[in-house]
C-alpha cells in the first residue's frame, strides 16, 4: 500500500511570468504531474479503462498557499501525501520545497468517473484493483 | 468605490485537455484575468509604479472549486467580488457561470508587493490612490 | 466567400515569461485563437462533425517570426490571410500589429482529417460545407 | 566543443488537448526546455548577467513540422543540433522521436541580447564564454 510520493522537476523558462517568479497557476500543474508520476509509480495511470469504460478523475477541489516565490532553473522538490480515499473520490495533499525549504503547500480532490466520449461524466467506486493499492497517510 | 466586475470570454482550444473538457488549472488563468480586467476598468493595473518602486502582487492563496466542466468554446461569465481589503492584501471570490449554470467557485488573496528588479519582494499598505477605489463586496 | 480576418486580444499576465514579454511559444496560441475565430464569424467551427464523422484539424506546420517584443496588457491586431485552400489542407499567414507596428508574422498549415475517438487519424477531403465559404487571399 | 544534445521527457496530461494529442504549441516549450537543458549540461545558462548586464535570447524565428501525434504519457526523444553559429545568434535544429519513430521536426533561432530592465533590449556579440564552447554540427 502506498500513501506517499516524492517528484522532482525543475521551473522552466515558460513557468515563469513578467514577475521574474513561477506563475501561480503552473504550482497546480506540478501538483497534477506529481499525483500521475505517483500513480505510474505503482504501475497505474490516471487515464485507464474499467470494464470497457474510460475512467477519469476530473478535479473537485483544487487550492495552493504560497510561501516563497519560486525562480527560473530552480529545483522543486513536491511530497504527495494521500489526505483522504473516499469511496468514490481521491485527495491529496502536497508540499512544495526548494533547498530544503518550504516553498508551498497545496490541495487537490477529483472523483473517479467513467468519461466515455459522447456519454455524460457519471462518479463510480474506484475500482478496486486501484484501491487496494493506496491508504491514507499517516503521519507517525 | 467598486467591489464586483463581469468578465466574459470563451474557452479556448489551448484551455482543454485530454478528457475533452477545460483543464483545471486554466481556472485560475481565467480569474486572475478577470482580476487584471477589473483593476483596468477603473483605470489601474496589476503592475504599476509608486512613488518610484515597481509594485505587484504576488499570490498568498488560490482556490477553486468545480462544479460542472466546461468545454471547448463555452462562453463563460466570471463574476468578481471583491471579498477582503486589508491594510496590504486583497481577497477575491469567484463564481464561474455558463449559460446561466454555475460551473465554479474560486478564491484569490494577493499582497501588494515592491517588487524591484534585483530587490527582495516585500509587502506593503496598499497605495491610497488604489486603495480609495475599492471596497469590500456586501450582498444586499 | 472569406478570405482574411481580423481579430483583437490583450496580452495576458500568464502570456508572458521573465523575461518581461510575451513568451514565444504563446504566438502559436494566438494565431490558433484567431483562426478559430475566423471560422466561428461564418458561423462552422474547428471541432465539427460530417456524415457523423469527428472532424478535426491536425497541425501539419506552424511558424514564426519575431520582430519586436509585445509586453503585458499589450493590445495586439493579429490579421489572418488564407494562403492555400488545398483539397484536404488549408494554410493560413499571420500579421501581429501592436499601435500599427508590426510584432511578428506566422504562418500555420491544417489538415482536415477525420478524429473519432479509438480511430486512427486520416486525412479527407475538406467538406464542402465548408470549401465552398472559403478562398485564398489575393493581395489587389 | 558541443554541438548536439539529447533530452527526453514525458508528455504531461496539461499538454494535451481536447484532440487527445499533444497541444502543437507545446513543441516549441520542449523545443526551449532541450536548449535550456543544452546550456546547463556545460554549466551556463540562457539567463546570465555578462559584465554586469542580463543577457538573454529573445527569439528571432521559430517552426514546427508535425509528423505523427504524441499522446498523454508518452516518452519522447528530443534531439538538439546546433545549426548555426552567427556572431550574434544561434539556431538550433531538433527532431522529436517517440519509441525510435520520427515525431516532428524542429528549428529555432535567437539573438544574444543585453536585457536589463527598464532598458530596450540589444542585440550583442556572443560573449566568448559561450561562443567558445558551442560550435555547429556537422553530420558525418
Redesign the interface.
Known amino acids: 500500500m502506498v500513501s506517499e510520493f516524492h517528484y522532482r522537476r525543475r521551473v ?3 513557468d ?6 513561477m ?4 504550482f ?2 506540478f501538483m ?2 506529481a499525483e ?1 508520476e505517483f500513480l ?1 509509480s505503482f504501475g497505474t ?3 485507464t479503462t474499467f470494464e470497457d469504460n474510460k475512467i ?1 478523475w ?9 510561501i516563497r ?1 519560486l ?3 530552480d529545483v522543486v522538490d513536491i511530497y504527495l501525501f494521500v489526505d483522504r480515499k473516499g469511496q468514490k473520490s481521491l485527495s491529496y495533499k502536497f508540499v512544495f520545497e526548494h533547498d530544503g525549504e518550504l516553498v508551498a503547500r497545496g490541495e487537490m480532490a477529483s472523483a473517479c468517473c467513467i ?1 466515455n ?2 456519454e455524460a ?1 457519471r462518479a463510480i467506486t474506484i475500482p478496486p484493483e486501484l484501491a487496494e493499492q493506496i491508504e491514507e497517510y499517516r503521519a507517525e
Open positions: 522552466e523558462f515558460a515563469t511570468d513578467l514577475a521574474g517568479i506563475h501561480f497557476a503552473r497546480f500543474v497534477e504531474t500521475h505510474r495511470s490516471v487515464s477519469g476530473p478535479r473537485l477541489t483544487a487550492s495552493a498557499e504560497y516565490p525562480k527560473f532553473e468519461c466520449p459522447g461524466i
